[in-house]
């Protein structure tokens, strides 16, 4: 028996729930996992988990070892990638989840830059605002809006992102431009945004000075993923409300008009996150600094933008 291994496929049982998915994690048939957690036992003489026909149920023994055993491999893997990463391109595959807007406007123009840096890395692009099971589904971090309420997950603040509220030409033809965030009380509608992890509708925000708003119009539709929900806004369906460099192509375009400019949301923080459970690789760490950066950039040329925007308007 190699005992690593199957020390290695244990802790993935015991963190995905289930032998199935444990197999499907780790890319090898559910036999072998299931030779492999039962060789451990024999070695170890003593029951680990006890199965049964959906799901496992880790045994007091099972629980001590698996915290012993978690931490082995996590100090293994990081003498592993301080060693080789001084000798060597970090390399593998890293799955990020995060929305369509950061992957379209920041990631993806981007890429040739990150690839350049570090040919050996693969990346895969889990695009939309679900929620993912990060062990099951072998997702090593996510870029995610807001603070997370997940106690399970390691937390690292990238960027503060000011909303602002935008509509199309058309919509602002038929309903008129509002002035103050209470006009649109008056016969406006708006798009519904819904994080699937929140399951509910947000409310539009407003601030000025030290004045809040809060303003919760009627929508006709509400959607989960950013780029339906730009569309949905561009359509004229109703008012939406965005960081300014993930619209700013519509707008330059004419196909999105801000409105009610003085009065922005209050900022967003953006974080990328990851398990607790999960080491932070080598890999995955310098895409992480790296995402970081590119948003850091980010937020300085829209708050740029925005200044030299403002200049021609009162010049």
Known sequence: MDQLSAMRVFTRVVETGNFSKAANSLKMPKTTVTTAVQ????????????????????????????????????ELDELDGSLSSSQAQPSGKVRVALSGAFADRIIMPALCDFHTRYPKIQLEFDIGDRVVDYVAENIDCALRAGTPSDQSLVARKVADLELRTYAAPIYLERLGIPRHPRDLEKGHFGVGYMKAYEGRVFPLMFRKGDEEVEVRLDYVISVNEFRS????????????????????????????????????????????????????????????????????????????????????AEG
């Open 39 to 74: 060789a451990l036992e024999a070695h170890l003489a003593t029951k680990l988990l006890n199965r049964t026909t959906r799901r496992v149920v880790v045994t007091t023994d099972g629980a001590l070892y698996y915290e012993r055993a978690a931490r082995i491999l996590a």
């Open 229 to 312: 929900y730009m569309a949905a806004t561009v359509a004229g369906i109703g008012v939406a409300q965005a960081v300014a460099f993930t619209v700013s192509d519509y707008v330059e375009r004419g196909e999105l008009v801000e409105i009610l400019p003085d009065w922005p949301r209050e900022p967003i923080s953006l974080y990328i996150v990851y398990p607790q459970t999960r080491h932070l690789s080598n890999k995955v760490r310098v895409f992480v600094d790296w995402l970081a950066k590119k948003l850091q950039e980010a937020q300085r040329c829209e708050v740029r933008h925005d200044t030299s925007l403002r200049a021609k």
